[in-house]
């Protein structure tokens, strides 16, 4: 087959939207380039052919990946398999860290060169995977400035490159409050129980649990809850049912912006979506709970105050973070009313996370991290 082939590999719907960003600005500038790999919808549309879906890969959490060992190392063959049959001239792998370097590794006995795209977050946990990283990458390529420092250090060529967020979130959002018909003067609660199958389990039924305490102590509030990709109603109406609550559901890609844009409160989970609600600067209590075995583990090695990235970027505790039993609906409900019920909160935590947008620079990554690719893909190696 023609052209110069680049296997661009992403393990979740956040890593297929940065490799999409990545792609479009490569092909822009080598229309030689072809695509092949794991991702997503949004990478499919960025013109790769995809051996894996994300939809395969999403677990989260120590006791989740034992359960599912077995069917992850059958889809790592497989992308092994396509390495040592295709020979690409790069392999880009975009976050999903675990599976990722594994396959870097690979990658690299077979003379490929390999650009991770994504810090995993050694700085907050597990800071010795740095010599694991240095083993199975030849370059890589971070979202926030405070990352490039460890690397510097153990000698592994590395670019900031920024948050491709920045640019995503400055464009035009649908006023979501209209198309609904929302009444002036209603309370919108945003509900986002996470995009892994994992956390949708867990967190729908806590959120429902909320949303019926909220409905009993206010009597003027809507829930607005975004489908994450590849999910049903009644994938949730099963684990949690809706019925007599005011809740509207909202399918349809990138329509999660427009729920956190349109709402004066989000419930969220713990993840990239936090940093977008932090750039559109909407208020949230963020929420996680994982298996009491990863989250046993988990806490035992996380070195960092904060999980969410809204307050990691931001360096203070700019929003509440609610964790494991903390996460229950009594405390979520309280805390919501006192919020809802308290305009000066409000307003001065949206204030604060102006500090977000301000800390991630300037926009322009897809077009850093495709320049960064292209210099692995043309020279070897980072300038």
């Known amino acids: 087959m023609p052209g110069t082939h680049v296997v661009v590999c992403a393990g979740e719907s956040s890593g297929d939207n940065l490799a999409a960003g990545m792609m479009r600005s490569l092909s822009r500038r080598r229309p030689d380039l ?69 396959l870097g590794a690979h990658a690299r006995r077979l003379g490929i060169p390999v650009l991770f795209y994504v810090s995993p977050q050694i700085w907050a946990w597990r800071q010795k995977r740095i010599h694991r990283i240095k083993r199975s990458v030849d370059a ?57 199958q994992g956390e949708i389990r867990r967190h729908w039924p806590l959120l429902v649990a909320t949303a019926r305490c909220l409905q009993r102590r206010h009597e003027n509030v809507q829930f607005l809850v975004p489908l994450a990709p590849g999910f049903k109603p009644e994938t949730l109406e099963a684990l949690a049912p809706i019925d007599g609550l005011p809740v509207t559901l909202v399918s349809g890609s990138g329509r999660a912006r427009e729920v956190m844009a ?18 559109l600067q909407t208020p949230m209590i963020v929420i996680y709970r994982m298996a009491p075995l990863s989250y046993a583990l988990f806490s035992r090695l996380v070195r960092v105050p904060h999980i969410a990235l809204a307050n990691i970027v931001g360096n203070a505790r700019l929003v509440p973070e ?62």
């Open 140 to 196: 890589m390529a971070v979202l926030f400035p405070f990352e490039t420092r460890i690397y510097e250090e153990h000698g592994i060529p590395v670019r900031y490159v920024g948050n491709p967020l920045v640019d995503e979130l400055d464009a035009p959002i649908g006023d979501l409050r209209r198309e609904l018909d929302i009444p002036d003067g209603r309370r919108v609660l945003g509900l986002l129980p996470g995009s892994r």
């Open 34 to 102: 072809r695509f092949t790999g794991m991702g997503g919808e949004r990478m499919r549309a960025a013109g790769a052919e995809t051996l894996v879906d994300v939809s395969e890969l999403a677990v989260m959490g120590l006791w989740e990946v034992i359960t599912q060992y077995s069917r992850l190392r059958g889809l790592l063959h497989r992308m092994q398999r396509h390495l040592e049959a295709t020979r690409p001239a790069l392999l880009v792998l975009v976050d999903y860290v675990e599976f990722n370097l594994r």
């Open 262 to 279: 349109a709402s004066d409160l989000l419930l969220i989970s713990s993840g990239t979506a936090t940093l977008e609600a932090a750039l």
């Open 322 to 383: 609610r964790l494991q039993r903390a996460a229950n609906p009594t405390a979520l409900c309280t805390e919501a009313l006192d919020l809802l019920e308290d305009p000066v909160r409000l307003a001065a935590m949206r204030d604060a996370l102006g500090q977000v947008r301000e800390r991630l620079g300037p926009g322009g990554a897809d077009d850093r991290a495709a320049d960064a690719a292209l210099e692995l893909l043309e020279a070897g190696r980072l300038g």
